[in-house]
T-cell receptor, first 112, second 109 residues
Framework: IAGITQAPTSQILAAGRRMTLRCTQD?????MYWYRQDLGLGLRLIHY???????GKGEVPDGYSVSRANTDDFPLTLASAVPSQTSVYFC???????????FGPGTRLTVL | GQNIDQPTEMTATEGAIVQINCTYQ??????LFWYQQHAGEAPTFLSY??LDGLEEKGRFSSFLSRSKGYSYLLLKELQMKDSASYLC??????????WGAGTKLIIKP
């Protein structure tokens, strides 16, 4: 692994289903983030974690949950997917020295 | 509220120079970032400004004026591969990034 990986690359999901998007980084960054990106809008922060064992809510947290059991992994769960959660989801991590965020390749999620 | 404004789309010619502007109103300021995002790909870091002035990095330069809430990204000697969206983001007082919607740059031969 080099950098940040996300899985799956894309997914079509029926409304009401539960879904977990996976994110793993090997850069030993303390902070990690989940964003959604929708056409015409800026990246919007869903949840973040400043360090393993802690999480916080971003701008659009409703309908999503996260956990941070260790430094490397930061999964995002949709408990009961709805069509408005159709989006591209990016995971990112940041170096505490520079605050620069580095992004994974993204997951394209379609909820029908 | 917090707001980042940048043009939706710009067109420029290969070999030319283009300036992409960004204005911001945020609760606090802890730096401004520019990212490049090619279609279907992840954003990649371009530059960071926290003090007023110009930061130069090869063909790309970024300028910041904190008193005016203004930044620009300057791209010189444009190449076709520079066709992408350019995202401006400001780190607020809570050290969260507030993102603009991005400027789609189209390069024509």
């Amino acid at each position: 692994i080099a950098g940040i990986t996300q899985a799956p690359t894309s997914q079509i999901l029926a409304a009401g289903r539960r879904m977990t998007l996976r994110c793993t980084q090997d850069m030993r960054h303390n902070a990690m983030y989940w964003y959604r990106q929708d056409l015409g809008l800026g990246l919007r922060l869903i949840h973040y974690s400043n360090t393993a064992g802690t999480t916080g809510k971003g701008e659009v947290p409703d309908g999503y949950s996260v956990s941070r059991a260790n430094t490397d992994d930061f999964p995002l769960t949709l408990a009961s997917a709805v069509p408005s959660q159709t989006s591209v989801y990016f995971c990112a991590s940041s170096d505490s020295n520079t605050d620069t965020q580095y992004f994974g390749p993204g997951t394209r999620l379609t909820v029908l | 509220g917090q707001n980042i404004d940048q043009p939706t789309e710009m067109t420029a010619t290969e070999g030319a120079i283009v300036q992409i502007n960004c204005t911001y109103q945020t609760s606090g300021f802890n730096g401004l970032f520019w990212y490049q995002q090619h279609a279907g790909e992840a954003p990649t870091f371009l530059s960071y400004n926290v003090l007023d002035g110009l930061e130069e990095k090869g063909r790309f330069s970024s300028f910041l004026s904190r008193s005016k809430g203004y930044s620009y990204l300057l791209l010189k000697e444009l190449q076709m591969k520079d066709s992408a969206s350019y995202l401006c983001a400001v780190m607020d007082s809570n050290y969260q990034l507030i993102w603009g919607a991005g400027t789609k740059l189209i390069i024509k031969p």
